[in-house]
């Protein structure tokens, strides 16, 4: 199908236009230094090399700060500080201290909320009302609920004792800055392990206020130590021989790069990686609503979402109804500056992954799957901008239909029986997520335990809590994160 | 006694593999002799399966796995029971093994196998309580029922230590396979003849073909296929040699396979949920 230009009005008729008055947040309250420093045994120091690299704001491409590029060195005075501190003082306060730094560090979070949630936003490039409805509060919730675990850990693991692993070396992603640091940082100290955070190199700032926030909570020196710094940085703290634990969160093939890594070492990892989730919509569904998850499942975030659901398999007998209504909800999604309040879908985070995007768009349209897209607003100007579409009527071999995107494309596929749902579902390397629509519980749950994905999400998509349990099956990496299985990762069963 | 030096002329007994719950010999035809304990003498001779017979144990390992995963938790602990019950039926047989290949004292062998039985008989009893120690209802913030279930990682592939340890690899297979799991075990060399009756024990426990597979021959040949396996989702690696582990790690890698590195030697719910997978569930509650 051609590009549909303001397609609010071919697939809506003009009955319905609305018109939108801007209604940008407020930045005057983000302070931004020019230059950062590296946060090891609890001071802010200067990288050894004095090599700076720069963030910039993917909405308008313009620098925002520049970064200390962490070397071998860096990161291994912030190894050595994490040790001292995990035989110091770390070791010798107990779990209820350890709580109690958590819950501060939660609590100025919320305090700092608007603050976190509007850098989050010109760093990473997410819209606002996501930053600020979701990642922070999320942040906050994180370390509200893994404090209170810091001194019941003897209530961890039945009939046995635990104990803290050690050094964690904690690399995350740039698609939930913020979030990935609370999933990697809250766990981990309330545990015991001291820790050395790696953020993205795209995405560190909000990171960094974040470090400020711990260092306010007045926890002790190298409990925490943040390094920044791109794939060399990273590697050096994945090959420091004194860290005991690696977590990893980011794509399959740097996963599996660690892994390989790490053959020789004791080291325990942890990784987070890719997805291709499949959301089965079957014919007796809520359509409507499941219209609206399946919006939100893949469009999310830009789709920058590792258990986006990328794939919708829908039953042939509603195929033309649900994917009728799926591109007039689409219609109505407004792509523009991540900073208004009524942006639906903001930028993606760098020009190598707008890149990345708009080639595997291109190769499926050469193809020649049939092809949507909206553009309900005109793309800024300045800054990495794509409209959501969609692919329908997908072959299982199809690259669009077992690649991870990581960017709003969503690939459409029909099934007759749920046998072959579930079958079709599961035709992938990776096994992180899935959603499933029905109004029929037995239905739901014979599907639910056919699917080869660590997280179900059924007759909704898209939830996360610090209690539930988040991680996949297959390539999709080693280990969960969340709730108490979560915790277990960070500790040894003795 | 079944070996070929044997003055009177007894029928030994040819040890083939056990794969999808049939024995067939290897289909490369080779072999490699055990011998009576500290002797020249043949005690029997064992097939060496080739790369092909591995991959044969695989596919019957995958196509049992999930009609063994939903079979219900009770009748997976019955089977597992009912494994214990024809091993102490074949007490005498298990102990004449360890005695002549082995050197065992018949004390010693006696106690092994009864560790052994012990082993089947506790996992047959965790079959259906795991999931209660480990599963979850989770209190998630908002209007969800949420909860996480283990659920066996599929098949496992049981690499066993260098030395026989009977009782450790019998524990591990149960600890492997009450989950739900299927596996392919890959037998060291010294004690290997065990293959016959232990075989025998899993063939007549009602336990559905595929579900265990047990491979005899060399590990050093073997071990690269099965870390490559694509079908293979996790290795309990119980080698000791420090370069096979560190290659089998490696390749193992290309599909991620879980490595359960140097499992303990112990009866533990910590050894089942080394072989599980947690599965999350989220449905709104509402109207």
């Known amino acids: 199908m051609a590009k549909v230009k303001n397609s609010a009005e071919s697939v809506n008729g003009d009955r319905f236009k609305f018109e939108y008055a801007p209604a940008p947040e407020a930045i005057d309250m983000v302070k931004i230094k020019k230059e950062n420093k590296l946060f090891i045994n609890g001071k802010w120091v200067s990288g050894k090399s004095e090599k700076f690299f720069e963030t910039i704001n993917p909405a308008n491409g313009e620098k925002l700060a520049e970064l200390t590029e962490a070397d071998a060195q860096d990161v291994d005075r912030a190894v050595k500080a994490a040790r001292k501190a995990f035989n110091g003082e770390w070791s010798k306060i107990s779990g209820k201290e350890r709580g109690r730094y958590l819950f501060r560090i939660a609590r100025i979070i919320q305090e700092r909320s608007r603050e976190l949630a509007v850098l989050e936003t010109m760093d990473n490039g997410k819209p606002i009302k996501e930053s600020r409805d979701f990642d922070v509060p999320q942040l906050a919730a994180n370390f509200f609920y893994f404090a209170g675990w810091a001194d019941k850990l003897e209530y961890l693991f039945n009939g046995k004792s635990v104990q803290p692993l050690g050094i964690a070396g904690q690399i995350i992603p740039w698609n939930f800055p913020l979030l990935m640091a609370a999933w990697k940082l809250a766990p981990a100290l309330a545990a015991g392990n001291c820790v050395v955070l790696k953020p993205a190199e795209t995405t560190s700032l909000t990171a960094l206020l974040l470090t400020e926030i711990i260092e306010e909570s007045g926890l002790p020196a190298g409990v925490v130590n943040v390094i920044t710094g791109a794939g060399k940085t990273g590697a050096a703290l994945v090959n420091h021989p004194d860290v005991d634990k690696i977590a990893f969160t980011g794509s399959t093939e740097v996963g599996k790069t660690i892994a390989r890594s790490t053959v020789k070492s004791k080291k325990i990892l942890t990784l987070e ?42 039953e042939e007998s509603i195929a033309p109804v649900f994917v009728h209504k799926l591109k007039h909800r689409m219609a109505s999604l407004r792509v523009g500056d991540p900073l208004d309040k009524n942006t639906d879908i903001g930028a993606i985070n760098s020009r190598s992954e707008l890149d990345k995007i708009k080639k595997l768009v291109a190769a ?91 997280v179900i999400w059924a007759n909704t998509y898209n939830k996360f809590d610090p209690a539930s349990p988040f991680g996949g099956y297959n390539e999709s990496g080693w280990g969960r994160e969340g709730g108490r299985h979560g915790l277990l990762s960070y500790v040894e069963v003795k | 006694m079944a070996g070929l030096n044997s003055t009177k002329l007894h029928v030994a007994k040819t040890i083939k593999l056990y794969i999808s719950g049939a024995f067939p010999r290897t289909e490369s035809g080779r072999s490699f002799p055990v011998y009576l304990f500290n002797s020249k003498k043949i005690y029997a001779h064992l097939c060496r399966a080739s790369r092909k017979d591995l991959r044969n144990a695989v596919a019957a390992a995958k196509s049992a796995q999930a009609g063994w995963c939903g079979r219900s938790a009770y009748n997976r602990s019955q089977i597992l029971y009912r494994m214990a019950e024809m091993m102490e039926g074949k007490r005498n047989e298990f102990i004449e093994i360890f005695v002549q290949t082995l050197g065992y004292s018949s004390a010693e062998a006696n106690d092994v196998v009864e560790q052994a039985i012990d082993a089947l008989v506790y996992y047959a009893g965790f079959a259906d309580k795991f999931q209660q120690l480990i599963g979850a209802v989770n209190p998630v913030s908002g209007p969800h029922h949420n909860f996480t279930t283990p659920e066996a990682v599929g098949v496992v592939a049981l690499i066993c230590a260098e030395k026989f340890d009977f009782s450790r690899f019998v524990g591990q297979i149960a600890a492997i396979t009450c989950s739900g799991n299927s596996t392919v075990v890959l037998l060291a060399q010294d004690g290997a003849a065990v293959l016959a009756p232990l075989a025998e024990v899993f063939a007549t426990s009602d336990l559905p073909g595929g579900v265990i597979n047990l491979l005899s021959g060399f590990a050093e040949e073997l071990a690269p296929h099965l870390a490559g396996h694509m079908e293979i989702d996790s290795i309990c690696l119980a080698r000791n040699d420090e370069n096979m582990r560190a290659a089998v790690k490696e390749d193992a890698v290309f599909n991620l396979k879980r490595i359960v590195d140097n499992p303990a030697n112990e009866l533990s719910l910590a050894q089942i949920l080394q072989f599980v997978e947690y599965k999350t569930v989220w449905h709104p509650i509402g109207f």
């Open chain 1, 273 to 314: 990686l890719g997805g291709k989730s499949a959301h089965i919509v079957y014919e007796d569904a809520a359509i409507e609503q499941a219209v609206e998850a399946v919006v939100g499942g893949i469009y999310f975030n830009q789709g920058h979402v590792c258990c986006a659901g990328s794939r919708l398999l829908v």
């Open chain 1, 364 to 454: 499926a349209r050469n193809e020649g799957y049939e092809y949507f897209e909206t553009a309900a607003t005109a793309l800024p100007e300045k800054g990495y901008f794509i409209n959501p579409c969609f692919f329908n009527n997908v072959a299982s071999s199809a690259n669009i239909c077992r690649r991870e995107v990581f960017g709003p494309v969503l690939a459409i596929q029909t099934f007759r029986t749920p046998a072959e749902a579930i079958k079709k579902a599961n035709d992938t390397a990776y096994g992180l997520a899935a959603g499933i629509w029905s109004e029929k519980g037995s239905k739901i749950h014979k599907t639910a335990a056919g699917l080869k994905a660590g």
